[in-house]
Nanobody, 113 residues
Framework: VQLVESGGGLVQPGGSLRLSCAAS????????MSWYRQAPGKERELVAF????????NYLDSVKGRFTISRDNAKNTVYLQMNSLKPEDTAVYLC???????WGQGTQVTVSS
């Protein structure tokens, strides 16, 4: 089982990024997926969750209305579209398969002017 994140980078406040997590080694469509983030000195927190079929999603309150999680089961990929980014969104963002307890390596997102 492998998860590979991409799409992080440096963006100005108010900007957008789209993170991708490419999965392999398991039947992707059968598993819910999550995005977490961890900022320096802070605990890891759940940002967004999506069911296997994509019909059910949940978000951290502070990102509701700004972030959108989605998935393409044909491409074995889950996405996190992040709009109206704020400096407090700066963190390493990690992809996670809850029922397999597998993490990706993470991708750095830095929001700064």
């Amino acid at each position: 089982v492998q998860l590979v994140e991409s799409g992080g980078g440096l963006v100005q406040p108010g900007g957008s990024l789209r993170l991708s997590c490419a999965a392999s080694g398991f039947t992707f469509r059968n598993y819910a997926m999550s995005w977490y983030r961890q900022a320096p000195g802070k605990e890891r927190e759940l940002v967004a969750f999506i069911s296997g079929g994509g019909s059910s999603t949940n978000y951290l309150d502070s990102v509701k209305g700004r972030f959108t999680i989605s998935r393409d089961n044909a491409k074995n990929t889950v996405y996190l579209q992040m709009n109206s980014l704020k400096p407090e969104d700066t963190a390493v963002y990690l992809c996670y398969v809850p029922y397999l307890r597998v993490w990706g390596q993470g991708t750095q997102v830095t929001v700064s002017s």
